[in-house]
């Protein structure tokens, strides 16, 4: 059997505790974050295709985009400074992540947030007054900084504050802000980002620190007391004595966002309004690239409050599967649409309005299959199967291989779609059915299972089982790995 036995109620520990309104709370304002990263992916593409933005900052691609109307409609944004401007954030978040998970164990998930939300703020105010295109480079560096200590922090805070009975439905919480930001930054400008920064930063300042933060710095005493106050239960001793049991398993750290970013879903993101200004370069709609953009951020949100309501009743990998199949066949739907049409010369000809909307239409069950799986999954599943003793730096790990792949991605897809045209999309399509073999094999369900009981998960697994070691951890948690990956020892 490729699946894991699970453990959970009538098999593993059931820790007591409610959902309170102080953790419900607490979770609806550190999810925000996600606000942030998601502002920057929708307003990224919905700029670089405005008329404005374009004879101001690259006026090359302007001219050649009113040059190519009748032409080749693959090649009309081919441009690397175009890529840079929006790949260059991601490259930041990229080195920030390292930087933060040393930030993020010694100073706690709160400050973490902090300091994303003040770097974010001040790209946020650069890329809103800036008259050059240096300007709008230093404005995404920041801005990167910025999403990099966030997204190392807020996923940790999400899953480490809530009870395992619900920590799915509110870890994807910080998904829904991110699909949320995509939608809203649609129809407004770069400097708009310095509002959710403003409500990271604000939130930052108001929300208490995680137990499990506290542990890790020696805080034994008020971490006990916060639990206590965030189970809203007096008797939280057996959970906290398991708060320091640990086996580290990074290759999720580094897989699931690995193959996260080659779903093909930020080229959908960063450039819709550019891929439905291409397909529909001869429509007649009124602002067609951005209201197309406007209904697939729609489609994102809905299918996200599908993977909430679901994530803590199917299972992961249930709908890690299920929207792995929906993409793989809609992928290649579209891939068919488009070469129907635009061939290999990148020339339409007159494209039929109805044929457009049913490009649209397949586009968004492809985004909706993403939006209720390997979105929010991507940033649940690492954020919750790794020990205390390791989830600074293995989300730091997860952060950085997300971050490094968005760049890649960004950077290259302009110049590829060029290249391969409709066979781009093939292109991801093979990739989605190489992760969905992975997730079927090797990722077990952690549907259900204490966060700190997260070990047993992986000594029931048909394959992980045979790295892991049975041991009964110490209660303060002194452990190391000892020498040649024999696992951890007593110091």
């Known amino acids: ?77 081919d441009s690397q400074t175009l ?19 040393t930030v993020t164990r010694k100073l706690g998930r709160r400050l973490s947030m902090l300091f994303g939300g003040l770097l974010f703020f001040a790209g946020a105010l650069i890329n809103g007054f800036a008259k050059a295109v240096w300007m709008l480079i230093v404005g995404r560096l920041l801005l990167g900084f910025g999403i990099g200590s966030a997204n190392q922090s807020v996923p940790l805070y999400l899953s480490e504050m809530a009870p395992y009975k619900y920590r799915g ?31 990271i930063t604000v939130g930052s300042l ?25 189970r809203g239960e007096d008797d939280v001793d057996e959970e906290f004595r398991d708060l320091v049991s640990a086996s580290p398993h990074l290759t999720m750290a580094i897989l699931i966002p690995f193959f996260q970013q080659l779903t093909g879903i930020n080229v959908i993101m960063f450039y819709a ?13 009124d602002d067609a ?45 579209v891939a068919a649409c488009i070469g129907a049409k635009f061939g290999t010369n990148g020339n339409p000809g007159d494209l039929p309005k109805w044929y457009a909307i049913v490009v649209v239409f397949f586009i968004c069950v492809y985004v909706a299959g993403f939006a209720w799986s390997w979105g929010p999954l991507g940033w649940l599943v690492p954020s919750e199967i790794f020990p205390l003793e390791i989830r600074s730096a293995a989300q730091s790990i997860n952060v950085s291989v997300n971050m490094m792949f968005t760049f890649l991605v960004a950077q290259v897809f302009l110049t590829m779609l060029c290249h391969l045209k409709f066979g781009l999309f093939m292109f991801f399509a093979f990739f989605v059915i190489i992760m969905s073999i992975f997730v079927y094999y090797f990722l077990p369900e952690t549907k259900g299972i204490p966060i700190e009981e997260m070990n047993q998960v992986w000594k029931s697994h048909w394959y992980w089982s045979r790295f892991m070691e ?19 020892k007593l110091v």
């Open 1 to 77: 059997m490729p699946a894991a036995g699970g453990i959970g109620p009538g098999n593993g520990k059931e820790y007591p505790g409610n959902l309170t309104p102080f953790v419900t709370i607490t979770c609806i304002v550190a999810a925000m974050g996600g606000l942030i990263f998601g502002y920057d992916i929708g307003i990224s593409g919905g700029v670089t295709t405005m008329t404005p933005f374009l004879q101001k900052f690259f006026r090359e691609v302007w001219e050649k985009k009113e040059a190519n109307k009748s032409m080749n409609q693959y090649c009309q944004y």
């Open 83 to 101: 890529t840079m401007f929006t790949s260059s954030l991601y490259l930041a978040a990229l080195l920030a992540s390292l930087v933060a998970s």
């Open 206 to 230: 108001v929300l208490p620190d995680t137990p499990n933060s506290m542990i890790e710095r020696g805080r034994t005493e008020e971490a006990r007391a916060k639990l206590k106050k965030i």
């Open 273 to 285: 309004p550019v891929l439905f200004n291409t397909i529909c370069g001869n429509c007649v709609f």
């Open 169 to 199: 439905a509110l870890n994807i919480g910080f998904q829904l802000s991110i699909t949320v930001g995509i939608l809203i930054a649609n129809r407004l400008s770069l400097g708009g980002a310095m509002v959710p920064a403003l409500i």
């Open 470 to 488: 049975d041991l009964d951890y110490p209660i303060n948690g002194n452990l190391e790995m000892s020498k040649g990956g024999q696992g951890p």
């Open 289 to 333: 690239s951005l209201m197309s953009a406007m209904i697939t951020g729609v489609v994102n949100v809905a299918a996200t409050l599908v993977s909430i309501y679901g994530v803590d009743k199917w299972g992961r990998r249930f709908l890690f599967l299920e929207g792995g199949v929906q993409m793989l066949i809609y992928q290649a739907v």
